[in-house]
């Protein structure tokens, strides 16, 4: 094999070159490749995609498919899940560096200003409905909370309608959970096709991005404040966060993933994945947005299919069947569409 190491095949997983993808799609379906048919692709057994047969070693079998994606998912969960935690620290640099001028200049809290601090709802609102009103192309939102309430969703829609009206485009991120909402369902026919929608397990907390050129977050854990992002890295950050999570969420009207075992839905095997993480119900309730009263329901369903007695137990048989990881994907459908929820990123 000299001559075909990882310098002549720079990818991953993700993206198999040409001969990877041949020797790869063969041996899933024959079952395996003779050992001299995959030299010119290292690449395959250095990512694991490939394997010594055990009862013939002059030939390879696949890792199969559903396994590299689990493996390939949970690779962007753990990244995502650190560039959350670096645009925590960011944030919270910059706010601090920003209060190291506060008393030598009053220019700074112009228009200008690539942070600001909204203290309040109508400061939030305000500053929202400016950012509406100069927004030409592109919204794009996460919602977390489960299921929308009506007053949370008519708290922005004279903001969706503005810009519906002048032809901008919105792509909104929710919960699973907020499918099972009539509200975000009745607003679908309102707004056209203005608005796509997807959804996922879990989302990041609430974010509205308005032509990739200004962000608002939530700057407190009850909402009373949020900040106002006009810095173009943070603002890019945040746009390579969503654009991400979008790529892994599922649309709307698609269905969601068949869990592969009998009598436990998508939503308890995401539930059985964090219980192996080791969360409590509150956590669990909290990051999937439904109450703790359900999430305990769930595991007691839980318990009961897998024939756990006891939590510990539960734990157990969880890693037993395979749901200790992220759910399995599916394919990318049609994106739906649904209207955003662009009140204010301190409700919920």
Not at 10 to 34: F, I, K, M, Q, T
Not at 59 to 64: C, F, Y
Not at 123 to 146: H, S, Y
Not at 281 to 307: K, M, Q
């Amino acid at each position: 094999m000299a001559g075909h190491g990882t310098d002549e095949h720079p990818h991953g997983a993700d993206r198999l070159c040409e001969a990877g993808d041949r020797v790869y799609s063969r041996a899933v379906r024959r079952g395996r490749v003779s050992r001299r048919d995959a030299d010119a692709v290292p690449c395959l057994l250095e990512l694991a995609l490939l394997h010594p047969d055990p009862d013939d070693m002059d030939w390879l079998v696949p890792t199969s498919p559903q396994e590299v994606m689990t493996r390939l998912l949970r690779g962007v969960y753990d990244e995502i899940s650190a560039s959350q935690r670096r645009m925590g620290s960011a944030v919270t640099a910059f706010e601090w560096y920003a209060g190291l001028g506060g008393r030598t200049s009053t220019a700074g809290a112009g228009e200008g200003t690539a942070i600001r601090v909204l203290d309040g709802s109508s400061r939030i609102q305000a500053a929202l409905d400016k950012a509406t009103e100069e927004c030409t192309t592109e919204v794009l939102t996460v919602q977390p909370g489960g299921i929308r309430r009506e007053h949370e969703l008519s708290e922005g829609l004279h903001r969706a309608l503005a810009l519906r009206g002048r032809g901008v485009r919105m792509r909104d991120l929710y919960n699973h959970v907020a499918r099972h909402g009539q509200g975000l369902l009745n607003y679908l026919d309102l707004m056209g096709d203005a608005v796509q929608a997807r959804t996922l397990d879990e989302v990041i907390d609430r974010l509205i991005l308005f032509d990739r050129t200004v962000a608002f977050i939530p700057a407190n854990a009850d909402r009373t404040m949020a900040l106002e992002l006009r810095h173009p890295a943070l603002v890019e950050y945040l746009v390579t966060v969503f654009d991400r999570l979008w790529r892994l969420a599922i649309p709307l009207t698609a269905p969601l993933p068949d869990t592969g075992i009998e009598g436990i839905s998508h939503r308890e095997q995401s539930i059985a994945a964090l219980l192996a993480e080791g969360h409590q119900d509150a956590v669990i309730a909290e990051r999937l947005g439904i109450s703790v009263r359900t999430c305990r329901a769930h595991i007691a369903r839980l318990s009961e299919t897998l024939g756990a007695a006891s939590r510990t137990q539960l734990g157990v048989r969880i890693a037993q069947v395979g749901l200790d990881g992220p759910p399995r994907p599916v394919e990318p459908a049609k994106a739906a569409i649904s209207l955003p929820d662009q009140g204010s990123p301190t409700a919920r």
